[in-house]
């Protein structure tokens, strides 16, 4: 069993920096593939940046590329999304996911098996 808490979101500028945290429970977070995903209202949940069990390879929407960056610490259990530059459309609740015992990268939410409760970001014009 995996829980998954999610924090650090918040209202924000445009232009402005957020750092969003997710700390995971139980002994498998370092071979775990960890991913964040997002859901803006009326629209269906997407994908915002994936990263390997070692941090050593992520992956990112093109829509948020060069602007966030996700990132791990195994010793702390804890993977992070810094976003940079936010735009108005970055609005959303904010989810991380985990599927552990994998040692690639996993981009679609079909394949995580734990999820968290989400944090919600609103980035005003």
């Known amino acids: 069993q995996v829980q998954l808490v999610e924090s650090g979101g918040g209202l924000v500028q445009a232009g402005g920096s957020l750092r969003l945290s997710c700390a995971a429970s139980g002994r498998t977070f370092s071979t775990s593939a960890m991913g964040w995903f997002r859901q803006a209202p009326g629209k269906e949940r997407e994908f915002v940046a994936a990263?390997?069990?070692?941090?050593?390879?992520?992956y990112y929407a093109d829509s948020v590329k060069g602007r966030f960056t996700i990132s791990r610490d195994n010793a702390k259990n804890t993977v992070y999304l810094q976003m940079n530059s936010l735009k108005p459309e970055d609005t959303a609740v904010y989810y991380c996911a985990a599927r552990p015992s994998h040692y690639g990268l996993v981009l679609i939410a079909g394949a995580y098996g734990y999820w968290g409760q989400g944090t919600q970001v609103t980035v005003s014009s």
């Open positions: 990263i390997n069990w070692s941090g050593s390879s992520t």
